[in-house]
T-cell receptor
Framework: KNEVEQSPQNLTAQEGEFITINCSYS?????LHWLQQHPGGGIVSLFM???GKKKHGRLIATINIQEKHSSLHITASHPRDSAVYIC?????????????????FGKGTKLSVIP | NAGVTQTPKFRVLKTGQSMTLLCAQD?????MYWYRQDPGMGLRLIHY???????AKGEVPDGYNVSRLKKQNFLLGLESAAPSQTSVYFC???????????FGSGTRLTVV
C-alpha cells in the first residue's frame, strides 16, 4: 500500500463546478504539500500546511491530522485549472538523516475542466 | 525572472552515453533536489543537497552522481545511460528545511 493515496485518479468537471481532490496518508507527518503540474509539465507549489486550512484565490486546502487526510478544493472551476494535482507529505523524523528532508509523493489527480 | 532553471529541456541518449543535467537557482536557496517522474508513479528523490559542497543519496540514487560545487548549481550526471533512466527529471530548491519548494520546468530524457 502506498504511503500517500490520492483520489480520484482522474476527474472531469464542467466549468463552474466545485471540485474536491482527496489525499490520505499512512505515516506521521510534519507538513503536507499540494502541487500543481501544468499540461506542459512544470510544477508549481500551491500550499504547504501542517494544520487547519489555507486559502489562495479559488483554491482551499484543508488538513485533518488526526484522520491523516487532506483535501484540495477548487471553487468556480475554470478550464485553466486543468492540470495534475499532486499531494506530498514530509514525514516526521527523529533523526537528522535523509528521511527528514524527503517528501513522499502521491501519484497525482488529473483534473480536466470542460467549458 | 527568479526561479529554478534546468538545462537541457529535452535530450535523447544512446545506451552507454554520458550526460550532465544542470540545475541553477538564483534565490540563494540552501536545499536542492533532483527527482525523477515516471508514468503511474509519484516523484522519486534521486539525490539532494543541504548546502554548497554537500550531497546525499535519496530514494533511487543508483546510476546517478551529483555535485554542488557552487551554491546556485546542482548537477546530475549519468555516467552510462540505460533505457531504465528514460524519465522526466525535475530539480527543486528551497530556502530552508521547512520552506516551500520551487521546481524547475523539467528535462525529458530518452535513452534508446
Amino acid at each position: 500500500k502506498n504511503e500517500v493515496e490520492q483520489s480520484p485518479q482522474n476527474l472531469t468537471a464542467q466549468e463552474g463546478e466545485f471540485i474536491t481532490i482527496n489525499c490520505s496518508y499512512s505515516v506521521g507527518i510534519s507538513a503536507l504539500h499540494w502541487l500543481q503540474q501544468h499540461p506542459g509539465g512544470g510544477i508549481v507549489s500551491l500550499f504547504m500546511l501542517s494544520s487547519g486550512k489555507k486559502k489562495h484565490g479559488r483554491l482551499i486546502a484543508t488538513i485533518n491530522i488526526q484522520e491523516k487526510h487532506s483535501s484540495l478544493h477548487i471553487t468556480a472551476s475554470h478550464p485553466r485549472d486543468s492540470a495534475v494535482y499532486i499531494c506530498a507529505v514530509k514525514r516526521v523524523s527523529v533523526h537528522s538523516g535523509a528521511g527528514s528532508y524527503q517528501l513522499t509523493f502521491g501519484k497525482g489527480t488529473k483534473l480536466s475542466v470542460i467549458p | 525572472n527568479a526561479g529554478v532553471t534546468q538545462t537541457p529541456k529535452f535530450r535523447v541518449l544512446k545506451t552507454g552515453q554520458s550526460m550532465t543535467l544542470l540545475c541553477a537557482q538564483d534565490m540563494n536557496h540552501e536545499y536542492m533536489y533532483w527527482y525523477r517522474q515516471d508514468p503511474g508513479m509519484g516523484l522519486r528523490l534521486i539525490h539532494y543537497s543541504v548546502g554548497e559542497g554537500t550531497t546525499a543519496k535519496g530514494e533511487v540514487p543508483d546510476g546517478y552522481n551529483v555535485s554542488r560545487l557552487k551554491k546556485q548549481n546542482f548537477l546530475l550526471g549519468l555516467e552510462s545511460a540505460a533505457p531504465s533512466q528514460t524519465s522526466v527529471y525535475f530539480c527543486a530548491s528551497r530556502r530552508s528545511r521547512d520552506g516551500g519548494y520551487t521546481f524547475g520546468s523539467g528535462t525529458r530524457l530518452t535513452v534508446v
